[in-house]
């Protein structure tokens, strides 16, 4: 398994007050994890929560089955738009686009 974090960006999310502020600032988690990998890990949360046992709290993640497939689908210009939204928040495209210089 790899992963790739995008980490919040610097600075505070107590002074927004929005809603959308404060999930852009989540960590985003990207791995390549195939079917298999996948299934095992539902199932031992299945096995932690029938156990009664405290899950893991929700973490946002996009997973891909292996490495051509991310490369293909997550490309650099993409990869930028994706921490341009994460550090500054949501944004339509107009904005965002101009931001990266794209307009």
Known sequence: MCTYVIPPAGGSVRDKTSLEARVMKKNIRIEIK?????ARDFIKAWQRAEK???LEG???????EDLGTLLRVL???RLEALKTVHDRGPMSVRPLAKTLGRD
């Open 34 to 38: 195939d079917e298999r990998e996948s």
């Open 52 to 54: 009664g046992m405290t």
């Open 58 to 64: 929700p973490v946002e993640r996009i997973y891909f």
């Open 75 to 77: 490309t650099p210009r």
